[in-house]
Structures are given as structure tokens and as C-alpha cells.
């Protein structure tokens, strides 16, 4: 399998439940509204969200790869914004999506809706991918757990960067 066949026109098979739009610059106030309720993240993945880092997350690309390989998309219900998602086509190897970042709407949180969307997007993408691989914050146990709950296992992987390590998880599409 390669990931030449997941392109923008496959983007709303990621869920049968929301509609899913990629999401541009005049999406970021309402991307800011949804992450800025969420203070616990930055504390563990400084700095805190603006329009600016915003901006810069949906450009923002893995060396060797294009913008054509990144969906920045908004998962929506009845025209609400609920959920954001940060897909990369064939990352770190043309098996592999990869999960730059995920973030749920706070009112939505712990109500198993993250878990449905993460549920649908790994049962269209094991149509592209053998594996889907993400990276959390050490220090961040509410992620860990919600990854792991949801079937993606520690690689051995840690990156450590200046304020934080880096822990690489990824999920088998294929068993």
C-alpha cells in the first residue's frame, strides 16, 4: 500500500459521524475558541495557543515532506467546530499516517466522542496505511492514556527537545 491514494478528496471518508472540512486561515478564531479551552495541554506542550502558532501549525510540514502530505482538518457537528486534527500522508514512510496533533472541543471531552473519531479516522485510513504513529508529551499521563486506550503502543522512541521528551506511539492498521 502507499499513501498516493489518500488525497483531499478522501478526507470526509475519515468519518461517517461529523463532516470534515480542511481548515484555513479564516478557520483560526474558531480553532483558537476550541484549543484555548484547553489549558492542561500547554502546560505540558508550551507555549500556550495563539493565532500565530495556530497559523504556523497549518503550515507547518515534517522535513521531506510536502504541503500536499498535510490535512490540518476540523471534524464538525450541526456546523460546530468539535474537534481538530493534524494528519500527515505517509510520515515517517509511505506505510505510516501520522497524527501531528489532536485536541477535542473541552464541552465534548470524557464523553468518548475523541475516542469514536480516533475509531473512524484509523478504520478509513487502514484503506492507505498499514500504521498510524503520533508522539506525545511525556509528562502529559491524560494523553498517554487516552492513546493508549485507544490501541496506540510506546515504539521504544523518545525525542527529547529543550522544554519536553517526545514519547512515539503507533498503532498496526493491519492485523
Known amino acids: 500500500m502507499t499513501s498516493a491514494k489518500f488525497n483531499p478528496q478522501k478526507i470526509q ?7 470534515i472540512s480542511l481548515l484555513h486561515e479564516p478557520d483560526i ?3 483558537l475558541k476550541l484549543c484555548s479551552r484547553n489549558p492542561q495541554y500547554y502546560e505540558h506542550c508550551p507555549p500556550y495557543v495563539s493565532p500565530e502558532s495556530i497559523r504556523q501549525d497549518m503550515q507547518a510540514v515534517p522535513e521531506g515532506k510536502s504541503p500536499e502530505d498535510k490535512y490540518y482538518l ?12 493534524d494528519l500527515i500522508s505517509g510520515y515517517p514512510d509511505q506505510e505510516t499516517a501520522f497524527i501531528g496533533f489532536f485536541m477535542m472541543n473541552m464541552d465534548m471531552q470524557g464523553q468518548g466522542a475523541g475516542s469514536h ?9 487502514n484503506k492507505y496505511f498499514s500504521y498510524i ?16 486506550k485507544n490501541g496506540f503502543m510506546p515504539t521504544g522512541i523518545v525525542t527529547k ?9 503507533q498503532k498496526n492498521l493491519r492485523r
Request: with cysteine; hydrophobic share 45%; proline share 2%.
Open 29 to 31: 478564531p474558531a480553532v
Open 13 to 19: 471518508e475519515l468519518s461517517k459521524t461529523y463532516r
Open 161 to 169: 527537545t529543550a522544554a519536553y521528551d517526545i514519547v512515539v506511539m
Open 74 to 85: 476540523g471534524f464538525f457537528k450541526a456546523g460546530r467546530l468539535i474537534a481538530v486534527m
Open 133 to 148: 504513529r503520533l508522539g506525545y508529551v511525556k509528562s502529559n499521563e491524560q494523553s498517554r492514556h487516552f492513546w493508549q
Open 117 to 125: 473519531i480516533i475509531e473512524e479516522v484509523c478504520a478509513c485510513l
